[in-house]
């Protein structure tokens, strides 16, 4: 009876809780539902609620230092003029009204502090309230118009999705009361006239998207500025001069759909949104007329890489306009952090007061457009060496970024700051030349481009012979897909496309500048004797990736001789680090000479640096007693002055863990008990230069002057974001007794002319023989 008691209390116990949880969760679906004015489906998206007539829409705008289009300062138009917001209790159902206003899908996120620049004129509204349904933020409460105690410092900032609302079409009933509204057209296009069938589309007539219908706009008021502005947009850094009367004469066979407003832009701008609207042009029956006018034209300047010619088309890699400025560690073209040139050395820029109008003079500089967005933090990776400029504020039409007001004083700053940028690239149409199939993923599966076959274009496979990790990055930049995880010689478990089974490219190598797979070298005739089904190219491909880099510095400083006897060397020798007369020394009396030195390798990228082979490919070796998770890591080369190697060190992976981070990093791959083997972001792997391997072995080498060369991850076994920064070079004179190490820096990182000069002997540092 006690037992039955019992269960009873217990039973009705947990039916009690059971009902108060499916109780709380029936009611959290309700008001779920209430909020969001629908069913589960709509959750993503509050959808407005109409609002009274008597409730304005209050004009708004996005303003101050935008780093994208669609961010910057909340302002908005109020008794004749324009004010700002204050941050106080400012939430994300807020910003997805502005966004919705301004003709985004939705908010991403929103700023307090001012960080887009404080504002003007008064502050509206504070301590703004939306539930997220209204159409406009004058529906929403506040404290009432201008009642703050807020100051500009305070000024909250918006950042709105990318993606447009289908459709959106601008409120034109606002253009009687605002003066200076912001045209927020997303929807805009040149249509080519004359030449339709030339890529890049670099002339025709611009038209804009209105209510799903496309639009010419009237010449009329169309001004240099304004063809500056859309050139920028499409990946062109200049406009040109076109002839009026072929277009003139083309116009006037045609009936035209004129947009009924002019556009005023000061030229500066990165995107016709930060352009404003001009006057209302004259209307006939209902349609937007042109007197005398006709469609606006813009003729575009395109970057040499983008530039086509009459004998070889475009040029097939990406050159830079200028050598005063270059990109690096992005994963598509056009984009990567900022470096600039000053003093012969290559280093990075500060972001403090970075801004689109910054990041727009580097993308034209360098043969781009303007920039689609100017990136802080580091987000593109980390450099090394000097930060040579902050503070940068430019206007926008400077020539170069060293023409803009900066400060050199960057004592503040570190490469946590390093300013990135991504610019407006030409539609070149190469994504369609190419997909992946099969895959799990959109960023993975079997390669398969489409090419010409008796006439007729045909997709088909690639080889896989030879296909490495140089060659997916292409792939993955190509498809837009960022940089190469994996680069696959056999993808027999992605099936593809089942009537794709030809191999219609093979023998693809790449330098990885190529823009597209079938500008790389390959056959002219196609030969895969494996052929193309289980044995087809296959790639994934990641949005981040790693990026090692060798601090150059401590190499020089930790250089030394060490005379050792063979009796410590056996592990060494047979884990192949020696030179190869070291099988014929005596191991009890002999003993062979070492330059030795410390190595530490930085991850400054934006993934973690892991082996490629899981735990169970690792190799044990029992005479040093630890896995080696990759058995080439690092390449140690002496060459002669002429390039010929003349000894060699083989360094495999002993353990690849984090030695050291930087503050408030934590480490997480430690290679005790058969840990993980990586490096984290942020972090460092240290092989001191007392441990095995950590020398190259130049017991055989003559006196003279030689060049020492460090790669690591020289097979490019692993993907990084940057493998130009893999290599470090140093000269090294050596006389028997000494050894001199000098000038060591990564590759790429002086100009050319420095570079060329790196032959003179001079500044020598000693380290004696130990």
Known sequence: MERFLQFSHNHCLVTFLLFAYLSHLILAQYEHWQYYGGAPEQYQQPQPSPQPASIPLVPVRLAGQKRKHNEGRLEVFYDSRWGTVCDDDFSIHNAHVVCRQLGYMEAVSWAPSAKYGKGEGPIWMDNLFC?????????????????????????????????????????????????????????????????RRRIPVTEGYVEVKDGGVWKQICDRNWTTKNSRVICGMFGFPGEKKYNVRVYR?????????????????????????????????????GNATCENGMPAVVSCIPGSAFAPTSSKGFRKAYRPEQVMVRLKSGANIGEGR?????????????????DINAASVVCRELGFGSAKEAILGARLGQGMGHIHINEVECTGFEKSITDCKFSTQTRSCSHEEDACVRCNVPAMGFENQIRLSGGRTPYEGRVEVLRKHNGTLKWGTVCSDRWGTIEAMVVCRQLGLGYAANAFQETWYWYGEISITDVV????????????????????????PRGGGRYAAGVSCTETAADLVLN???????SYLEDRPMFLLQCALEENCLASTAVNTSVSHGTRRLLRFTSQIHNNGQADFSPKKGRHAWIWHECHRHYHSMEVF????????????????????????????????????ECANFGQQ??????????????????????????????LRIIVNPNFEVAESDYSNN????????NYRRVWVHKCHLANSFSEALEEQFDHFDGLTTNQVS
């Open 338 to 354: 900022v470096e600039l040139l000053m003093n012969g050395e290559w280093g990075s820029i500060c972001d403090d007061h970075w």
């Open 131 to 195: 539930t997220g349904r209204e159409s406009s933020v004058g529906a929403c409460s506040s404290n009432g118009w201008g009642v703050s105690d807020c100051k500009h410092t305070e000024d909250v900032g918006v950042v709105c999705s990318e993606k447009r609302i289908p459709g959106f079409r601008f409120d034109d009933s606002l253009l009687n009361q605002v003066e200076n509204a912001n045209i927020q057209v997303e929807d805009v296009r040149i249509r080519p006239v004359l030449a």
């Open 634 to 669: 690092t390449h140690y080369d002496l060459l002669d002055l002429n390039g010929t190697k003349v000894a060699e060190g083989h360094k495999a992976s002993f353990c690849l863990e984090d030695s050291a981070c930087l503050e408030g990093i934590q480490k997480q791959y």
């Open 505 to 528: 490219m093979s023998g693809v190598r790449c330098s990885g500048t190529e823009m597209a797979l079938l500008h790389c070298s390959h056959d002219t005739i196609v030969s895969c």
């Open 678 to 707: 990586g490096i984290t972001v942020g972090c460092w792997d240290v092989y001191r230069h007392d441990i095995d391997c950590q020398w190259i072995d130049i017991t055989d080498l003559k006196p003279g002057n030689y060049l």
């Open 552 to 558: 150059a510095q401590l190499v020089q400083d930790s």
């Open 249 to 285: 004469l083309t116009a006037s066979r045609r009936q035209h759909s004129y947009w009924p407003y002019s556009i005023d832009c000061k030229g500066s701008e990165a995107h016709l949104s930060g352009c404003k609207l001009g006057n209302r042009i004259s209307t006939a029956a």
């Open 727 to 734: 290599v470090m070079k140093c000269k090294c004179k050596y």
